[in-house]
């Protein structure tokens, strides 16, 4: 019997443990850290023995093969003595797709996967295809997989999951564009990020199909360097494509082969350019899996997005409180200020990623009314944008953020919560951001606001 040890017993490791169980392994979980009471009553339900806290090292490296959480970086410890000692280690990803049959729709990028990868799904699954979510968004693929498998999965893909693939093989696969995000995971390299993209793409053959990004110079540098075998679609907003999407006179028009379909911009639920490239996306890759043309205007007018993503919270006296926390990288957040006409209050700070905040400058003099700087170090922000804003204040308190927010906004105004940082400063994640920021916005009182 093969001995598999599992790194990290999140929701991927508890998957893989799982699937890897009921597939006749002997599993071993390992957390550094302190594993949930229900995932232990789980494991226990299961009969999975675990640890946490620490790794044992004469049971890890006895094992013929390690699932390790993305969150683990390549360079810990115990992955590099694996490593070292010829032991192979690979995600969770990986590990699923062994027992899968059905298709792959993978999407990967810097901007945009979580929202292409719901909106590719929601426009599968409103066609009747027989189709699953999974990877870096909703549930465990392994754990899913227990429960049965689809003709198709949508799987969104991060970099770090895909460092872990070794056979891994998507039919068609979107990389919506690449940013400079995550460099402290790749020795602050911006080639070493761009490489683990392209990796997506290594084991696809000539008959699978690639979705890129025809306006990103770094997806052209990726093609320059790597050798593509699938077959090309491109979209962009500003020029046609024989095959794939554009936008033009107020029509998104999507290509694929011999299928033409045009859908009014106005009909689309989600709006901003950045929205429209991932409805190109979604709409390419949902053509490519069959879904029929007259079936996709009705989809993509029901989809609604997930929250912390240009979510509206509340408008309050003709002021609209928008929650985008998922903006954790300066590019998310110009989309973010982009996407609107109106003066905005800008809520933004955290954890700064090696941020070139110049990119934003010229948005930022022509949008921003005020900005709030919400983090426990503001100086870079400050310091980016004192030229540029004419008030700039802060605070570690999201509950002032949003009570400054509603003081100094009028009619007409937006709030705006785009962080262009990530959120562990203060936060134990974007999306517990997103919820405090949601509960402060749902306290404020109308008639406080002058």
Not at 206 to 223: M, Y
Not at 256 to 263: A, M
């Given at each position: 019997m093969k001995q598999i040890t599992i790194l990290g017993a999140g929701e991927s490791g508890l998957g893989a443990a799982m699937l890897a169980k009921r597939n006749g392994f002997a599993v071993w979980v390992s957390d550094s850290g302190k594993i949930s009471e229900a995932r232990k009553e789980q494991l226990e339900l299961e009969e999975i023995p675990y640890e946490e806290g620490l790794h044992s090292e004469a049971i890890i490296l006895n094992s013929d093969l390690i699932i390790k959480s993305p969150g683990i970086p390549e360079k810990a410890y115990i992955v590099q003595k694996a490593l070292n000692e010829g032991i192979a280690v690979i995600d969770e990803l990986e590990f699923a797709n062994r027992f899968s049959a059905g298709k792959v729709i993978a999407i990967t990028g810097t901007n945009g996967k979580t929202t292409t990868t719901l909106l590719t799904y929601h426009l599968l699954k409103s066609a009747g295809l027989d189709v699953g979510l999974a990877g870096n968004v909703g549930k465990s693929w392994a754990a899913q997989l227990l429960d049965g498998d689809h003709d198709w999965w949508v799987i969104e893909c991060s970099s770090y999951q895909i460092d872990g693939f070794i056979c891994f093989r998507p039919a068609i696969a979107i990389l919506t564009n690449v940013t400079p995000d995550h460099l402290d995971r790749y020795d602050y390299k911006l080639e070493n990020y761009l490489q683990s993209k392209f990796r997506l793409f290594k084991n696809m053959g000539?008959?699978?199909?690639?979705?890129?990004?025809?306006?990103?110079?770094?997806?052209?540098?990726?093609?320059n360097k790597n050798k593509v075998k699938p077959e090309l679609f491109w979209f962009s907003t500003n020029s046609t494509q024989e095959n794939g999407g554009f936008v033009h006179d107020g029509q998104l028009v999507l290509k694929?082969?011999?299928?033409?379909?045009?859908?009014a911009l106005d009909k689309l639920s989600l709006k901003g350019e950045h929205n429209y490239m991932n409805a190109m996306c979604a709409g390419t890759a949902a053509l490519l899996a069959g879904v029929p043309a007259e079936k996709l205007e009705e989809a993509f007018g029901t989809f609604r997005n997930a929250s912390h993503r240009m979510e509206l919270i509340r408008e309050i006296n003709g002021v609209s409180f928008v929650n985008d926390s998922k903006g954790t990288n300066v590019e998310a957040t110009a989309y973010a200020l982009d996407a609107y006409d109106s003066p905005l209050i800008w809520i933004a700070?955290?954890?700064?990623?090696?941020?070139?905040?110049?990119?934003?400058?010229?948005?930022v003099e022509e949008k921003v009314k005020c900005l709030i700087c919400l983090g426990k170090d503001n100086e870079k922000l400050k310091k980016a944008f004192s030229g540029a804003v004419s008030e700039i204040r802060e605070t570690q308190s999201i509950k002032e953020a949003v009570s400054?927010?509603?003081?100094?906004?009028?009619?007409?105004?937006?709030?705006l919560l785009s962080p262009a940082c990530a959120s562990f400063d203060l936060f134990k994640n974007y999306e517990d951001r997103g919820e405090q920021f949601r509960s402060a916005v749902n306290e404020l009182k109308p008639e406080t606001i002058a």
């Open positions: 000539q008959r699978d199909k690639v979705i890129l990004n025809a306006l990103d110079p770094l997806t052209a540098e990726g093609l694929v082969n011999e299928t033409s379909i045009s859908i700070g955290g954890v700064d990623k090696g941020n070139d905040y110049s990119k934003v400058v010229r948005l400054w927010g509603q003081l100094l906004a009028v009619p007409g105004d937006v709030v």
